[in-house]
């Protein structure tokens, strides 16, 4: 059974950082694509990252050059490192995985 754990949400000030977490079982991180999704209040859920088996990454242009998506195979778990957060990017953070699964999500609120 696939279990995702997200991690690492919080508060933080418009301009700071968070990194978050996605802890696997049930599956390996470094066969499938893995993603990040956000879902803001009131809106639909968006797609934020992908880390393909490969390696290659790919971000949504909003978050494009301050967010980045890593992965450690070792711990089988898949990481968005955020910087220069705005307000906008409030949101409740998920991950999926290629071969099945949703996290719960960690929330994120970017705010002064």
């Known amino acids: 059974q696939v279990q995702l754990v997200e991690s690492g949400g919080g508060l933080v000030q418009p301009g700071g950082s968070l990194s978050l977490s996605c802890a696997a079982s049930g599956t390996i991180v470094s066969i499938y694509a893995m993603d990040w999704y956000r879902q803001a209040p009131g809106k639909e859920r968006e797609w934020v990252a992908v880390i393909t088996k490969t390696g290659s990454t790919n971000y949504a242009d909003s978050v494009k050059g301050r967010f980045t998506i890593s992965r450690d195979n070792a711990k089988n778990t898949v990481y968005l490192q955020m910087n220069n957060l705005k307000p906008e990017d409030t949101a409740v953070y998920y991950c999926?995985?290629?071969?099945?699964?949703w996290g719960r999500g960690t929330q994120v609120t970017v705010s002064s």
């Open positions: 999926s995985s290629g071969g099945g699964g």
